[in-house]
């Protein structure tokens, strides 16, 4: 290329990006889109499909505790991920309504013992993850002058880290359950 050439087609890249430059902010100095007024209630954003969301987070939080009673705990794990998921969205989605929404009595005394559950199931997990974690050490420190004792230790401890992975899972249960009880309106 020459040098004038190049010069030229330095001026025109010169040239449009000031063009953009000043350009661009008008550009974006669109009309915004009209706001409500402030004491305008929003529209509802909860509709026939979050009831379809609300029943499949109920199906799948069910089979989720029937596989953790059978002991296929990933699979439950990953039921109660999905559920939790549904639960999150309805949350998002559907949370002016169901705060507009009173429990019943009965409603507030079974969300009370729900919390209360999960609170002990955690509780048993952290204590169950802390005892592995002594015996996974004891198991660390007599590995060299006894194999056979160090395997025993581990696999204990193997076993309190799946117990406690079992009371966690069951705390999400509990704790799905309020949200269950809380969404139910979209199931009528």
Same mark, same amino acid.
């Given at each position: 290329?020459?040098?004038?050439?190049?010069?030229?087609?330095?001026?025109?890249?010169?040239?449009?990006?000031?063009?953009?430059?000043l350009?661009?902010?008008?550009?974006? *100095?669109? @009309?915004?889109?009209?706001?409500?007024?402030?004491?305008?209630?929003?529209?509802?954003k909860?509709?026939?499909? =979050?009831?379809?969301l609300?029943?499949?987070?109920?199906?799948?939080?069910? @089979? +989720?505790?029937?596989k953790?009673?059978?002991?296929?705990?990933?699979?439950?794990?990953?039921?109660?991920k999905?559920?939790n998921?549904?639960?999150?969205?309805?949350?998002?989605?559907?949370?002016?309504e169901? @705060?507009?929404?009173?429990?019943t009595?009965?409603?507030?005394?079974?969300?009370?013992?729900?919390?209360?559950?999960?609170?002990?199931?955690?509780?048993?997990?952290?204590?169950?993850?802390?005892?592995?974690?002594?015996?996974?050490? @004891?198991?660390?420190?007599?590995?060299?002058?006894n194999?056979?004792?160090?395997?025993k230790y581990?696999r204990? +401890?193997?076993?309190?880290?799946?117990?406690?992975q079992? =009371?966690?899972?069951?705390a999400?249960?509990?704790?799905?359950?309020?949200? *269950?009880?809380?969404?139910?309106?979209?199931a009528?």
């Amino acid at each position: 290329m020459t040098i004038p050439r190049l010069l030229r087609v330095l001026m025109l890249l010169i040239a449009i990006s000031a063009f953009l430059s000043l350009a661009g902010p008008v550009w974006s *100095q669109t @009309k915004a889109p009209p706001q409500p007024p402030a004491s305008a209630k929003p529209p509802s954003k909860c509709g026939p499909d =979050h009831a379809i969301l609300y029943k499949r987070a109920v199906n799948l939080l069910d @089979k +989720a505790e029937k596989k953790l009673a059978a002991k296929y705990t990933a699979e439950a794990k990953a039921l109660l991920k999905e559920s939790n998921s549904l639960f999150t969205i309805l949350l998002k989605e559907c949370g002016p309504e169901q @705060k507009e929404r009173n429990l019943t009595p009965q409603e507030e005394q079974q969300e009370a013992v729900n919390k209360k559950l999960a609170a002990d199931e955690l509780a048993q997990a952290a204590r169950l993850e802390k005892s592995a974690g002594a015996t996974m050490k @004891k198991s660390d420190q007599v590995e060299a002058a006894n194999r056979d004792l160090s395997v025993k230790y581990a696999r204990q +401890a193997k076993a309190e880290y799946e117990l406690a992975q079992v =009371h966690s899972l069951k705390a999400i249960i509990y704790s799905l359950r309020n949200q *269950q009880m809380i969404f139910r309106f979209l199931a009528r």
